[in-house]
């Protein structure tokens, strides 16, 4: 039994492509020359989000489906499943994303040939350039879940291939309630930097404080409640000074009425005694 589907030319549409999985993690081969076309798939990406209900599993009816089944009677047993055994319509699958890989030094080539070998779930692309055979093999693995690409080309020289992976998928974080986003740097943001930098580049959301601006307004608050800040400070200092030069004035003044009262004694005791006051 032939188990090979060979095609001359490359896939045109994702239709025509050549599948290739390991139960979770799959992939469409364009066989593509000199650049490779992959489209990626993961089970776990999906575009739900978690809020649906689901409907309890009607056990009369699902024997009753059964028993359609097995007299027959498919469509009516469809038309009960779809009525009491499934709920809403459900999600898509995302796309993991695409993989490409080109052949630098490839430009016309001959002898093209893409093949599925469904025995062995191996899809291959071979072709020849410039009198030399090239030739990729990629598979899914089940036990490594990984998708292994093998490269053969008969000449002495290195391969000369480069490599590209894009994706559309943004990922989304949530710490302490608060949503953030991972930044190109693998750093996680606020949301509110997250729109500031989003708004024509530059512009950020004026209603929502970010952390240094929520810092200083705090540093504020304490210093007010201490006693305020600089300002405030240099105030206290003059008064201070000013005091202490009242009470410096203070003491002279003193000090000058002492001196008076003593001149007037001494006065008073020379007078007493018949001499002349100077």
């Not at 002898?111 to 090239?134: G, I, M, P, Q, W």
């Not at 879940?145 to 989304?172: G, M, P, Q, W, Y």
């Not at 708004?199 to 705090?218: C, D, L, S, V, Y």
């Not at 009470?247 to 001494?266: A, F, L, V």
Request: glycine share 8%; net charge positive; with cysteine.
């Amino acid at each position: 039994m032939n188990t090979k589907l060979w095609y001359a030319v490359p896939a045109a549409s994702f239709c025509e492509a050549m599948p290739i999985g390991n139960g979770s993690l799959g992939a469409m081969v364009y066989g593509k020359v000199p650049e490779e076309y992959i489209a990626l798939n993961l089970d776990t990406l999906w575009s739900g989000t978690g809020r649906r209900k689901e409907l309890a599993i009607d056990k009369v009816a699902l024997l009753h489906a059964k028993k359609l089944c097995m007299s027959g009677k498919y469509y009516e047993a469809q038309k009960i499943i779809e009525k009491k055994l499934l709920g809403q319509y459900n999600e898509s699958y995302m796309p993991l994303g695409i993989l490409r890989y080109q052949y630098c030094d490839v430009k016309e080539y001959t002898s093209y040939k893409r093949e599925l070998d469904l025995e062995h779930a191996v899809v291959s692309t071979e072709f020849t350039y410039d009198r030399k055979y090239y030739r990729s093999e990629i598979f899914a693995s089940y036990p490594d879940n990984a998708i292994i690409l093998h490269f053969f080309c008969d000449t002495k020289k290195k391969l000369n291939v480069t490599f590209e992976l894009e994706s559309r998928l943004h990922s989304i974080s949530m710490e302490n309630g608060k949503n953030g986003k991972k930044s190109a740097t693998g750093k996680r943001e606020e949301k509110s930097k997250i729109e500031e930098r989003n708004a024509n580049g530059k512009t950020r959301n004026r209603n929502k404080k970010t952390k240094k601006e929520q810092m200083k307004g705090a540093k504020r608050k304490k210093k007010k409640r201490e006693g305020g800040g600089k300002g405030e400070k240099r105030k206290r200092k003059k008064k201070k000074k000013k005091e202490e030069k009242r009470e410096e004035g203070g003491g002279k003044k003193k000090k000058k009425k002492e001196e008076r009262k003593k001149k007037r004694r001494k006065k008073k005791k020379l007078s007493e005694n018949g001499s002349v006051c100077p």
